[in-house]
């Protein structure tokens, strides 16, 4: 298995071309259902609600969006973004996925998060955060997302302080919702002035701490 997301009665989990969804039988965890998936898979658990990604030609564009209410992994409808999705995350009745390359509004910009609302059917798109700054060549924004009480980080690989090569070290950008909008709170630059490091090519938390990971 590559990833899996623990529930009370059941266990979300994937191999290379599948996701399973597992019962506790004894003292063994038995698949019960099972859906087919990329080898390139991005895939996401939380209350019933299982999230992967696949693909349109050669590029990961799509979210597939599954429920597992009735003990069974049932297809619901798809979400297609721009270009190619490199992270997604859910929380607080939203699902964020970022996304590389992508034009909004008819202006190129490099990357961007999508933001949908999740109390729809199908979710409805409520914003799309883009680089709060001058966006660099290859920024790399939406790198990673994660949601954090009530807080909203981005990660941008290429973000931040422009290095000799015209790439940034990376940065993380913090969001809070103002209203029903996210907007820009403060912004952590890499600690390392180098662009080869990739600072905010992962982030997660562990209790009060935010950890973020490097691309080297």
């Not at 001058?134 to 920024?139: Q, V």
């Not at 790399?140 to 981005?154: P, Q, T, W």
């Not at 490091?197 to 562990?206: E, N, V």
């Amino acid at each position: 298995n590559r990833l899996v997301f623990p529930a009370e009665d059941h266990l979300i989990a994937s191999s290379d071309d599948r996701i399973y969804y597992l019962e506790k039988m004894g003292d063994q965890w038995i698949p019960i259902d099972s859906v087919s998936i990329n080898n390139d898979l991005l895939f996401q658990y939380e209350r019933d609600t299982l999230i992967a990604t696949s693909a349109i030609g050669s590029k990961r564009r799509n979210l597939d969006i599954y429920t597992t209410t009735t003990g069974t992994i049932d297809y619901q409808f798809d979400i297609t973004v721009p270009e190619e999705i490199q992270s997604v995350c859910m929380g607080n009745s939203q699902c964020f996925i970022g996304y590389f390359e992508a034009v909004v509004n008819n202006i190129p910009v490099v990357g961007a998060v999508e933001v949908y609302d999740k109390s729809t059917v199908p979710w409805s798109l409520v914003q799309t955060i883009t680089p709060p700054a001058t966006p660099y060549l290859h920024d790399r924004f939406g790198a990673s997302v994660l949601l954090k009480e009530d807080i909203l980080y981005i990660g941008s690989t290429q973000g931040g302080v422009m290095g000799p090569s015209n790439l940034g070290s990376g940065s993380v950008y913090m969001y809070e919702n103002v209203g029903g909008n996210w907007q820009l709170l403060t912004t952590i630059d890499s600690p390392i002035s180098d662009e080869s490091k990739r600072f905010g090519h992962r982030i997660d938390s562990y209790d009060e701490y935010i950890i973020v990971g490097s691309d080297m």
